[in-house]
């Protein structure tokens, strides 16, 4: 068996307040394989927003090993971890996070951007992938002019862009009424069927069930 | 992250707040217009009462009978001074020129017009020592002076008044009612405040002294040293020989019955005072430029408290810690700099409306502008970078977060 794209190896996140010491992970162990179409299930204040962060690079565990695409991600300094959330992490939200007064072309070309790519490379790129998403007539559209259901193609096609290592959607589904929330979860399905590795975390099992595996995560453990 | 797109990003930035931008930059611009335009002021009024000394004669040395100091013998009222010891002075080396002046106010008339004017006996040195240049005829010469001619030459002034021009080179005039020939008009030299030097009727000492005076005796001897380094020197050398002539004896006590007053210490006291004026001036201003930093320091510091968001998705995008920095770095060294251009521009405009209205005339310093241009540059560092760096070391997690 080849080598998994993530490997979490005791992974505990424990909150420091000061005065108490809070976990919100403790001691998880995970894999996911290449390609993998994972849900992460749990309730609210189950650890499970811990868990993206520390996924997504955003926030380091306090004890443990993150491998991320053969990188020891855990190790690494602030600027290391920019890098790698630049190349390996594409990252959907809840409340798509687009960057205000600033057009779908260049909400998806920003990655591009910080990566160092020039101007016209990036926008072509990001052109490109809005096209793919159906939304090649809303390019010089700002985020508020979009509906929510268009936000987040704008969203999805922002972390494709980079073609990362793992895609993390965090309830890329909980602001959309029902129709766009499918039109989401399909676009999510279509990706895995083109090989990504997607990482779906959510409350709702309905949306849980569209992953090929779900793992429950409860009181910072992992409980099947 | 490429530096075309960090200086694109952080323009952009500006263009969508513009009000707020150009609140700010108002008090940049102000700052470095107030600076730019009180230094050009300053120097405007250096230059303007240096040229006026300067305009009075160059390295001159004046000599004046009694002291200046004291209330019963002021400087001009005694009589001690005479044509020998102006003559005497003539040898001495270093000595470029010496000009006695013999003088009194008298009636002119010329044709139907007439003016009461100072009239001056002096000699063909005149010219130089007091920085005249003859604009028609010719200036006194030494036959004129030997001969006791009655021939006169005036100031432009004067000329104007009586309704003299060239033509009017060899007419004759009228002075307290003895016939002189008029042989010479001088170059205006503006106006140099109370009596101006352009009213003037000059015409040789020994006629002077046989006409008008009767005695010996000056009212001042103007010298001309050859060289600036020279002054002291020469001013030592005139009063050995000054006090050799009139037995004065410094040694035992006895004090000089003259003064000599050296236009280079007194270009010196106004230069000292003027440049402390302008540092003064530049001081005060720098503290509205001071406020003006402290004002993008502020709306960089809200900026960053409403972005904190927008941070949070950047960071998570890939963005590091000094992309960040760079891009807020970036929009307040924008606001400071284009503010500062703007500064410039409106205080070279201000100083030059200033030295036009108090006819001093327009001193264009480029060391101001580079000094402006560095100084905004510096403000929008020092205001910017703190505010920058806490936007640079926000926690992504935290900021996400942050509604």
Known sequence: MSEPIIRLEGVSRVYDTGRVQVPALLDVDLDVAAGEFMAIVGPSGSGKSTMMHILGCLDRPTAGRYVLAGTPVSELDDDALAAVRSRSVGFVFQSYNLLPRTSALENVAAPLMYQGMGRRERLGRARAMLERLGLGDRLDHEPSELSGGQQQRVGIARALVTAPAIVLADEPTGNLDSHSGDEVMAILRDLHATGRTIVLITHDPEVAAAADRQVHIRDGRIAA | ?403
């Not at chain 2, 940049?28 to 305009?55: F, K, M, N, P, Y």
């Not at chain 2, 160059?58 to 044509?83: C, D, E, K, M, Y």
């Not at chain 2, 040293?225 to 001013?235: D, R």
């Open chain 2, 1 to 403: 992250m490429k530096a075309a797109d960090l200086v694109r990003l952080a323009l952009s930035r500006l263009g969508t707040g513009r009000l707020r931008t150009a609140l700010t930059m108002l008090g940049i611009i102000i700052g470095v217009a107030s600076v730019v335009a009180l230094v050009g002021v300053g120097e405007g009024a250096t230059r303007g009462v240096t040229d006026r000394l300067q305009s009075l004669g160059t390295n001159l040395l004046s000599i004046n009978p009694g002291f200046s100091q004291g209330v019963t013998r002021t400087a001009g009222g005694a009589t001690t001074l005479t044509l020998q010891d102006a003559a005497a002075l003539r040898s001495l080396s270093g000595v470029q020129g010496v000009a006695p002046q013999l003088s009194s106010s008298r009636l002119v008339v010329a044709g139907s017009l007439n003016e009461t004017t100072t009239v001056v006996g002096t000699t063909p040195d005149y010219e130089l020592v007091n920085a005249y240049t003859t604009w028609l005829g010719s200036f006194l010469t030494q036959p004129e002076l030997d001969g006791n001619l009655r021939v006169a030459v005036i100031g432009a002034t004067t000329a104007d008044n009586l309704g003299l021009g060239q033509s009017s080179i060899g007419s004759t005039i009228s002075i307290s009612g003895l016939p002189f020939q008029l042989v010479g008009i001088l170059q205006p030299k503006g106006g140099t405040g109370f009596i101006s030097p352009d009213d003037i009727v000059l015409i040789p000492v020994t006629t002077a002294r046989e006409l008008f005076v009767g005695t010996d005796s000056v009212r001042s001897i103007g010298v001309s040293v050859a060289s600036q380094g020279q002054i002291e020197t020469v001013k030592a050398e005139v009063t050995t020989a000054l006090e050799q002539r009139h037995g004065i004896a410094t040694a035992t006590g006895q004090s000089d019955d003259f003064t000599i007053l050296d236009q280079s210490q007194l270009l010196g006291t106004v230069n000292s005072v003027s440049g402390i004026l302008t540092v003064l001036l530049a001081g005060i201003a720098s503290i509205s430029l001071l406020v003006g930093g402290i004002g993008i320091m502020n709306i960089m510091l809200v900026s960053v408290r409403e972005r904190t968001r927008e941070i949070g998705i950047r960071k998570a995008i890939g963005a590091r810690g000094r992309d960040v920095l760079a891009q807020f770095l970036i929009e307040a060294l924008a606001i400071s700099v284009v503010g500062g251009v703007a500064g410039i521009a409106i205080g070279i405009v201000g100083s030059f409306a200033i030295g036009a209205i108090a006819g001093w005339g327009f001193v264009f310093n480029p060391a101001t502008v580079v000094v402006a241009v560095a100084f905004s540059l510096l403000v929008g560092i020092v205001f910017g970078v703190w505010p920058a760096s806490q936007a640079a070391r926000l926690d992504p997690v935290v900021a996400l977060r942050y509604e």
